[in-house]
T-cell receptor, first 112, second 109 residues
Framework: IAGITQAPTSQILAAGRRMTLRCTQDMRHNAMYWYRQDLGLGLRLIHYSNTAGTTGKGEVPDGYSVSRANTDDFPLTLASAVPSQTSVYFC???????????FGPGTRLTVL | GQNIDQPTEMTATEGAIVQINCTYQTSGFNGLFWYQQHAGEAPTFLSYNVLDGLEEKGRFSSFLSRSKGYSYLLLKELQMKDSASYLCAVRDSNYQLIWGAGTKLIIKP
């Protein structure tokens, strides 16, 4: 693994189904983030984690949950998907005290 | 509320210079970032400004005026590969990034 990876690359999901988007980084970064990106809107923060064992809510957390059991992994779960959650989801990480966020390749999710 | 404004789209000619503006109103300020995002790809870091003035990095420069809530990204000697969206983001008082919707830059030969 080099950098930050996400899985799956894309997914079509029926409304009401549960879905977990995976994110793994090998840079030993303390902080990790989940964003969604929709056409015409800026990246919006869903949840974040400043260090393993802690999480926080971002701008649009409703309908999503996260966990941070260790430094490397930061999965995002949609408990019961709805069509408004159709979006491109990016995971990102940054080193503590450093400014730059590194992004994963994204997951394109379609909820029908 | 928090707000970051950028032009939606700009067009420029290969070899020319283009300036992409960003104005912001946020709860606190702890730095401004510019990212580049090619279609279908992830954003990648270009520059960071926390003090007023110009930061130069090769063909790209970024300027900040905190008193005016204003920044610009200057791209010189434009190349076709510079066709992308350019995202402005401000780190607020909670140290979270607030993102603009991005400026799509189209480069014509």
């Amino acid at each position: 693994i080099a950098g930050i990876t996400q899985a799956p690359t894309s997914q079509i999901l029926a409304a009401g189904r549960r879905m977990t988007l995976r994110c793994t980084q090998d840079m030993r970064h303390n902080a990790m983030y989940w964003y969604r990106q929709d056409l015409g809107l800026g990246l919006r923060l869903i949840h974040y984690s400043n260090t393993a064992g802690t999480t926080g809510k971002g701008e649009v957390p409703d309908g999503y949950s996260v966990s941070r059991a260790n430094t490397d992994d930061f999965p995002l779960t949609l408990a019961s998907a709805v069509p408004s959650q159709t979006s491109v989801y990016f995971c990102a990480s940054s080193a503590k005290g450093f400014n730059e966020q590194f992004f994963g390749p994204g997951t394109r999710l379609t909820v029908l | 509320g928090q707000n970051i404004d950028q032009p939606t789209e700009m067009t420029a000619t290969e070899g020319a210079i283009v300036q992409i503006n960003c104005t912001y109103q946020t709860s606190g300020f702890n730095g401004l970032f510019w990212y580049q995002q090619h279609a279908g790809e992830a954003p990648t870091f270009l520059s960071y400004n926390v003090l007023d003035g110009l930061e130069e990095k090769g063909r790209f420069s970024s300027f900040l005026s905190r008193s005016k809530g204003y920044s610009y990204l200057l791209l010189k000697e434009l190349q076709m590969k510079d066709s992308a969206s350019y995202l402005c983001a401000v780190r607020d008082s909670n140290y979270q990034l607030i993102w603009g919707a991005g400026t799509k830059l189209i480069i014509k030969p």
